[in-house]
């Protein structure tokens, strides 16, 4: 692995706790309580959004996401 891999991945990771605990603030229930990796899971239906919805509007802003039923 480069350095410059390295790097990256090490940002990506920050990235995603940083997003994680930002939308645990905005009330979005984080199941893992958090990541370790560059993986969220969350649980949309307390805001009454489907996964379909919050998919198109993600990716529109350049988010990729699994959504699951």
Known sequence: ????????AKRVVE???TL?????TRGIRVLT???DNHLIVV???PQDLTGR???????KVG????RST
């Open 1 to 8: 692995m480069s350095e410059d891999f390295a790097a990256y």
């Open 15 to 17: 990235n995603c706790k």
């Open 20 to 24: 994680a605990d930002e939308l645990q």
């Open 33 to 35: 309580g958090g990541t």
């Open 43 to 45: 649980d949309l239906r």
């Open 53 to 59: 919805a919050m998919e198109v509007a993600l990716d």
């Open 63 to 66: 988010i990729t996401v699994s």
